[in-house]
């Protein structure tokens, strides 16, 4: 298993993906349209020429994540793109998917993500929950389904290595800053399956996290699962008491952990983006939806 620092931004140690060594490789995450370049690279740095990428694989389709798919899946012909079942048309049509960023990150969205080329159809596969992808004799990615962060998202546990791939679900620990934060971006952040998925993933018994954001953690699984968990509902907890009063919720969440710690959080993981997650949540909760 090898991991590739994607360099969203040019920014090193913020955005990872994994070559998953084997007779049938595949890689983790393809990071953003900006990071192409340095995925080829890396790739090729390891011996993987244009027809031996077996697949593709995304926890899901955030630019972060997934931008690169359409390039890579040009580079690559052989190569099966996997995805989840929710997040497999924004793939095929990305129109939406970039529309939507275009209006968050404005002028930005090229210099920092870029776009998402689309992917035909037929080279992509959803997986469905406890499905796997071979990568070898008795080597297989096993996905998970684990929304909360968002609808279309899954993990991967590798039966090898025992390393599970968390995507965004366990949050952001940046190797520069160290604190475990939350990921609740809009607009389908869900405190309840989010702790689900992060309990899914405890079941599992990993040997290691590997966080998109960023690489394996050293510390034991069980131990940042449950500070993820306790993460997630002491920042549910003060956005839920400030909305309850009608206060401003990025207010009381920045005044309670911490304004943003860099530029690039403050862009990746947010105070405001997480705030506007969560007040969501709380609102669709308040309407019952």
Same mark, same amino acid.
């Given at each position: 298993m090898h991991q590739i620092d994607t360099l969203l931004g040019g920014w090193e140690r913020v955005t990872a993906g994994w070559l998953v060594a084997g007779p049938a490789p595949v890689l983790v995450e393809t990071g953003s349209q900006t990071s192409v370049p340095m995925v080829l690279d890396a790739l090729a740095g390891l011996g993987v020429g244009p027809e031996d $990428?077996?697949?593709?694989?995304?926890?899901?389709?955030?630019? !972060?994540?997934?931008?690169?798919?359409? #390039?890579?899946?040009?580079a690559f012909p052989g190569a099966t793109v996997y995805v989840h079942p929710a997040g497999a048309r924004h793939l095929v049509d990305p129109s939406r998917l970039v529309a939507s960023a275009a209006r968050v990150f404005g002028d930005?969205?090229?210099?920092?993500?870029?776009?998402?080329? *689309?992917? *035909?159809?037929?080279?992509?596969? +959803? $997986? =469905? !929950?406890? =499905?796997?992808?071979?990568?070898?004799?008795?080597?297989?990615?096993?996905?998970?389904? &684990?929304?909360?962060?968002?609808?279309?998202?899954?993990a991967l546990h590798d039966s090898e290595s025992g390393v599970l791939f968390a995507g965004d679900a366990a949050g952001v620990r940046l190797p520069d800053i160290g604190v475990l934060r939350p990921a609740t971006p809009p607009p389908e952040f869900d405190l309840d399956l989010a702790i689900r998925s992060l309990h899914l993933f +405890?079941?599992?018994? *990993? &040997?290691? $996290?590997? @966080?998109?954001?960023?690489?394996?953690?050293?510390? #034991?699984? /069980? !131990? %940042?699962?449950?500070?993820?968990?306790?993460? @997630?509902?002491?920042? /549910?907890?003060? /956005?839920?008491?400030?909305?309850?009063?009608?206060? !401003?919720?990025?207010?009381? $969440? +920045?005044?309670?952990?911490?304004? #943003?710690?860099?530029?690039?959080?403050?862009?990746?993981?947010? %105070?405001?983006s997480n705030a506007a997650g969560l007040k969501r949540w709380l609102d669709k909760r308040a309407a019952g939806a």
């Open positions: $990428l077996a697949g593709i694989v995304v926890t899901h389709i955030h630019l !972060d994540h997934a931008g690169g798919v359409g #390039d890579l899946a040009r930005i969205l090229d210099s920092l993500y870029g776009r998402l080329d *689309p992917t *035909p159809v037929e080279r992509i596969v +959803a $997986l =469905e !929950d406890g =499905e796997g992808i071979p990568v070898g004799p008795g080597r297989t990615l096993t996905a998970i389904h &684990s929304p909360g962060h968002a609808s279309h998202h899954l +405890a079941a599992r018994r *990993p &040997s290691a $996290l590997a @966080l998109a954001h960023f690489g394996v953690l050293d510390a #034991d699984p /069980a !131990d %940042v699962l449950g500070e993820a968990e306790d993460v @997630l509902r002491a920042w /549910a907890a003060v /956005a839920e008491a400030a909305w309850s009063r009608g206060d !401003d919720v990025a207010g009381a $969440l +920045a005044g309670a952990f911490g304004a #943003d710690p860099s530029e690039t959080m403050a862009i990746l993981n947010g %105070v405001h």
